[in-house]
């Protein structure tokens, strides 16, 4: 059996509206190994965006446990979170989430400023990660010079920098034409293929359909869960 990148058990998050309690994850139980590429897929409110927050260590569980790499995480300060982000995850989002007036290389250093990776080695690693998504030679130049796809590979590229276990992609081609979202598609294939281990939340059953298992959630819960076979599309 491969290593468990992620492993929840009865995994709950109740939140507080007013007088009402919304239940937004009831009790999943879920393993996830090293080398996985998992689509979440399911109805808006389903419980996938929170679930992808959890999984991400940007919120905490109201019950149940969650080990990541073999390390409950459920519990940790704040600080603790965010060393494990830092050390562990990288974050694609839809809206790409870049500084708009700063390169794209110094948009990809940004998670290295928090480690004890020197100034030098921090460019280094983020030039490379540019050329590793397709963007060597435009290293200077800022996200309003970019198309949105440029823009998705340098924020693809900065989730990369810091060799991560996990890439979490939340919609990542939301915002991209039809071709854009093909090439990032099969960017993300590409680290796959690498041995990155990837989990996507996505409403679009053309992404859905990239990845080896799909996870289908419905009223807080996974519903099915499900391996199918990865279709390919074409860059």
């Given at each position: 059996m491969r290593t468990a990148v992620i492993a929840t058990r009865g995994l709950t998050r109740v939140y507080q509206a007013g007088d009402v309690a919304v239940h937004a994850l009831r009790g999943v139980d879920l393993r996830i190994e090293a080398g996985e590429y998992v689509a979440v897929m399911g109805p808006s409110g389903c419980g996938k965006s929170t679930l992808m927050n959890t999984l991400g260590c940007l919120d905490r569980p109201t019950e149940g446990v969650y080990e990541l790499l073999g390390r409950d995480v459920s519990r940790l300060t704040r600080d603790e979170l965010a060393t494990v982000r830092n050390e562990t995850l990288g974050f694609v989002f839809q809206?790409?989430?870049?500084?708009?007036?700063?390169?794209?290389?110094?948009?990809?250093?940004?998670?290295?400023?928090?480690?004890?990776?020197?100034?030098?080695?921090?460019?280094?690693?983020?030039?490379?990660?540019?050329?590793?998504?397709?963007?060597?030679?435009?290293?200077?130049?800022t996200p309003t010079q970019l198309s949105g796809g440029q823009q998705q590979r340098v924020a693809i590229a900065r989730a990369l920098v810091t060799a991560p276990a996990l890439l979490l992609a939340d919609e990542p081609t939301g915002n991209l034409d039809s071709q854009t979202s093909v090439e990032i598609l099969a960017l993300l294939r590409e680290q796959h293929a690498h041995g990155l281990t990837i989990v996507i939340v996505t409403h679009d059953d053309e992404v859905g359909a990239e990845a080896e298992r799909l996870l289908l959630m419905r009223d807080g819960r996974v519903v099915e869960d499900r391996r199918q076979r990865a279709r390919r599309t074409s860059a």
């Amino acid at each position: 059996m491969r290593t468990a990148v992620i492993a929840t058990r009865g995994l709950t998050r109740v939140y507080q509206a007013g007088d009402v309690a919304v239940h937004a994850l009831r009790g999943v139980d879920l393993r996830i190994e090293a080398g996985e590429y998992v689509a979440v897929m399911g109805p808006s409110g389903c419980g996938k965006s929170t679930l992808m927050n959890t999984l991400g260590c940007l919120d905490r569980p109201t019950e149940g446990v969650y080990e990541l790499l073999g390390r409950d995480v459920s519990r940790l300060t704040r600080d603790e979170l965010a060393t494990v982000r830092n050390e562990t995850l990288g974050f694609v989002f839809q809206d790409f989430n870049l500084l708009p007036r700063t390169s794209a290389i110094e948009n990809v250093e940004l998670p290295l400023l928090y480690s004890a990776v020197p100034p030098a080695e921090q460019r280094s690693r983020a030039r490379t990660a540019l050329a590793r998504v397709g963007l060597a030679g435009r290293e200077a130049s800022t996200p309003t010079q970019l198309s949105g796809g440029q823009q998705q590979r340098v924020a693809i590229a900065r989730a990369l920098v810091t060799a991560p276990a996990l890439l979490l992609a939340d919609e990542p081609t939301g915002n991209l034409d039809s071709q854009t979202s093909v090439e990032i598609l099969a960017l993300l294939r590409e680290q796959h293929a690498h041995g990155l281990t990837i989990v996507i939340v996505t409403h679009d059953d053309e992404v859905g359909a990239e990845a080896e298992r799909l996870l289908l959630m419905r009223d807080g819960r996974v519903v099915e869960d499900r391996r199918q076979r990865a279709r390919r599309t074409s860059a």
